[in-house]
């Protein structure tokens, strides 16, 4: 996949007059792309337009207009981005009452490390980015990449998709939704 280029990050006043209607059409493309697994893990597999949304509501958030600060930026979002033959997805551990999060951080230390995307049948591991999980507790935010093989590439649009976590405190197995299967194959022939 592409990587985003300067060029394609809109200025902030211009941004500003699409950015409700580009929300709108970035949410519905990230529920396309989300799928639930358990009762409070989901991940979001990123694509150009996922992360460049994700770019430009940095730049807006903090006010960026230093050419530099948002190359930067870009270039941070950019490791988001899979390489050829791979998907990649945020994790997110989603637990709103905060007793209840730091209750479970402590018991989910490699979770990140436990995630199986199944195709067809056959398991691919997703390989974690390092350092997002301490010996006491985890982060709530992973980043997860799946080396997909070609033909297991191709079996994806057919939709016999499951995301696994094989975690000793958290094992769930979820179906992927036909939509989901259909977005992530796209990505293959981008």
Same mark, same amino acid.
């Given at each position: 996949?592409?990587?985003?280029?300067?060029? !394609?990050?809109?200025?902030?006043?211009?941004?500003?007059? =699409?950015?409700? $209607?580009?929300?709108?059409?970035?949410?519905?493309?990230?529920?396309?792309?989300?799928?639930? =697994?358990?009762?409070?893990?989901?991940?979001?597999?990123?694509?150009?337009?996922?992360?460049?949304?994700?770019?430009? $509501?940095?730049?807006?958030? +903090?006010? =960026?207009?230093?050419?530099?600060?948002?190359?930067?930026?870009? *270039?941070?979002?950019?490791?988001?981005?899979? *390489?050829?033959?791979?998907?990649?997805?945020?994790?997110?551990? $989603?637990?709103?009452?905060?007793? $209840?999060?730091?209750?479970?951080?402590? @018991?989910?230390? #490699?979770?990140?490390?436990?995630?199986?995307?199944?195709?067809?049948? !056959? /398991?691919?591991?997703? &390989?974690?980015?390092?350092?997002?999980? +301490?010996?006491?507790?985890?982060?709530?935010? @992973?980043?997860?990449?799946? #080396?997909?093989?070609?033909?297991?590439?191709? /079996?994806?649009?057919?939709?016999? &998709?499951?995301? /696994?976590?094989?975690?000793? @405190?958290?094992?769930?197995?979820?179906? =992927?939704?036909?939509?989901?299967?259909?977005?992530? /194959? +796209?990505?293959?022939?981008?």
């Amino acid at each position: 996949m592409e990587k985003i280029q300067r060029n !394609e990050v809109m200025s902030l006043p211009d941004y500003e007059k =699409v950015r409700a $209607e580009l929300r709108t059409h970035i949410m519905a493309l990230k529920d396309r792309r989300r799928v639930f =697994v358990g009762s409070f893990v989901s991940f979001v597999f990123e694509n150009q337009e996922t992360v460049r949304w994700q770019i430009q $509501e940095m730049v807006r958030a +903090e006010a =960026v207009t230093r050419e530099e600060k948002i190359q930067e930026e870009i *270039d941070i979002y950019n490791e988001m981005l899979p *390489d050829a033959g791979q998907l990649s997805a945020t994790m997110f551990i $989603e637990i709103a009452d905060m007793g $209840e999060l730091r209750a479970w951080l402590p @018991h989910l230390v #490699n979770i990140e490390h436990s995630v199986k995307l199944y195709i067809g049948g !056959e /398991a691919v591991n997703g &390989v974690a980015e390092e350092g997002r999980s +301490e010996e006491d507790r985890t982060s709530t935010v @992973h980043y997860v990449r799946f #080396n997909v093989p070609p033909h297991l590439q191709q /079996a994806l649009a057919n939709g016999q &998709v499951e995301i /696994a976590i094989e975690h000793p @405190h958290y094992t769930f197995r979820t179906a =992927v939704t036909p939509e989901s299967c259909a977005a992530l /194959a +796209e990505d293959f022939a981008a």
